[in-house]
């Protein structure tokens, strides 16, 4: 059976040199990591998982854990772009990624599942800012890197989209556009990015100078449902706006649904913008205009700073936001 020794001898290199570059650390030549992955590709090694666990004290694990207010698990279209690049830039790193069920939540804490599954880090998305299990998992130095949440200290960062940049851009579109009246249709649950994308909303509707109406701030849910439902208290109101901007691709789907059900049309009688851009945005018709969020290229950043944060313990890594970028499609138009 092929070892490390036997990489490193084709490779004309030490065995540390060949640990270093399978592990992901940095700072070994590319001209010398390129030649190190070439022969082990060439000679389908594989690593002892036991034996590299016992040698370099780490499991290769990472742990993620998400919550998503719509029960739809993985099949979350935002969620899945992000978890995609992870999976990506970890397999890269010979890491593997443990999914850490929904159901884990009445028994056990955080920190008790990274502890029982014995990951080298955690990656944590959907979670609200004030859950009381954070602070253990915090206080017990366990490499953590949040989506959507900004925590930080020495062993935790976090990475996040600009939402209160792209929220201004959704509005700015409209407004120019000759759109006076535009409502909101937000997320129910208490988020970071939702508190952003709001305040977003409202600094650009001041900055174009445009009336902000109670009325026209709709509480809805990050769903479909959600959007439909939001939609009919729009509809039913005597002083309608002409432009929604819906904090989620998903809910300009439900508000789109009941704008067709009401024998109304998008844009004619209504423009709508999203916020993701989630794939099946480009397919409505009409194709919906929307905030993207860098889904996959979110993934793999965090990705990279779980891993700086377990391969240099010593190091403070930099919290990081994600650009937006404005998609233009047929879903508004000018009044």
Request: hydrophobic fraction near 40%; charge should be negative.
């Given at each position: 059976?092929?070892?490390?020794k036997?990489?490193a001898k084709?490779?004309?290199?030490?065995?540390?040199?060949v640990?270093?570059?399978?592990?992901?650390?940095?700072?070994?030549?590319?001209?010398?990591?390129?030649?190190?992955?070439k022969?082990i590709?060439?000679?389908?090694?594989?690593?002892?998982?036991?034996?590299?666990?016992?040698?370099?004290?780490?499991?290769f694990?990472v742990?993620?854990?998400?919550?998503?207010?719509?029960?739809?698990?993985v099949?979350?279209?935002?969620?899945?772009?992000?978890?995609?690049?992870?999976?990506?830039?970890?397999?890269?790193?010979?890491?593997?990624?443990i999914?850490f069920s929904?159901?884990?939540?009445?028994?056990f804490?955080?920190?008790?599942?990274?502890?029982?599954?014995?990951?080298?880090?955690?990656?944590?998305?959907?979670?609200?800012?004030?859950?009381?299990?954070l602070?253990?998992?915090?206080?017990?130095?366990?490499?953590?890197?949040?989506?959507?949440?900004?925590?930080?200290?020495?062993?935790?960062?976090?990475?996040?989209?600009?939402n209160?940049?792209?929220?201004?851009?959704?509005?700015?579109?409209?407004?120019?556009?000759?759109?006076?009246?535009?409502?909101?249709?937000?997320g129910?649950?208490?988020?970071?990015?939702?508190?952003?994308?709001?305040?977003?909303?409202?600094?650009?509707?001041?900055?174009?100078?445009?009336?902000?109406?109670?009325?026209?701030?709709?509480q809805?849910?990050?769903?479909?449902d959600?959007?439909?439902?939001?939609?009919?208290?729009?509809?039913?109101l005597e002083?309608?706006?002409?432009a929604?901007?819906?904090?989620?691709?998903e809910?300009?789907?439900?508000?789109?649904?009941?704008?067709?059900?009401?024998?109304?049309k998008v844009?004619?009688?209504?423009?709508?913008?999203?916020f993701?851009?989630?794939?099946?945005?480009?397919?409505?018709?009409?194709?919906?205009?929307?905030?993207r969020q860098?889904?996959?290229?979110?993934?793999?950043e965090?990705?990279?700073?779980?891993?700086?944060?377990?391969?240099?313990?010593k190091?403070?890594?930099?919290?990081?936001?994600i650009?937006?970028e404005?998609i233009?499609?047929?879903?508004?138009?000018?009044?």
């Open positions: 059976m092929l070892t490390i036997d990489i084709k490779a004309e290199v030490s065995v540390a040199t640990s270093k570059v399978m592990n992901g650390y940095d700072d070994i030549g590319e001209v010398t990591k390129a030649k190190v992955l022969i590709k060439e000679n389908n090694y594989r690593p002892n998982a036991n034996a590299q666990s016992l040698r370099t004290n780490k499991s694990l742990g993620l854990f998400f919550k998503d207010h719509q029960d739809s698990g099949k979350h279209p935002f969620f899945r772009g992000i978890i995609s690049g992870l999976e990506e830039r970890l397999l890269e790193n010979n890491y593997d990624m999914l929904a159901n884990w939540e009445d028994q804490s955080y920190l008790e599942k990274c502890q029982f599954r014995n990951v080298d880090g955690a990656i944590l998305m959907g979670i609200p800012k004030d859950d009381p299990k602070s253990e998992l915090l206080a017990a130095k366990i490499p953590s890197v949040f989506i959507d949440l900004d925590i930080s200290d020495d062993k935790a960062s976090y990475i996040i989209s600009d209160e940049k792209g929220a201004r851009e959704a509005v700015k579109h409209l407004a120019e556009l000759g759109h006076q009246k535009i409502a909101v249709i937000e129910e649950e208490i988020t970071i990015p939702t508190q952003k994308r709001l305040a977003g909303y409202k600094a650009e509707m001041k900055a174009q100078n445009l009336e902000i109406r109670d009325e026209w701030i709709i809805g849910r990050f769903s479909v959600g959007g439909v439902k939001a939609m009919k208290e729009i509809l039913a002083n309608r706006p002409t929604i901007f819906c904090m989620g691709d809910i300009a789907v439900g508000a789109m649904q009941s704008i067709k059900e009401a024998g109304l844009p004619d009688d209504f423009s709508i913008v999203g993701d851009d989630i794939e099946i945005s480009q397919y409505l018709n009409p194709a919906l205009t929307t905030i860098k889904k996959e290229e979110m993934g793999i965090a990705a990279n700073m779980v891993l700086e944060l377990i391969n240099n313990p190091e403070k890594v930099e919290s990081e936001i650009d937006t404005f233009l499609r047929n879903s508004t138009r000018k009044l």
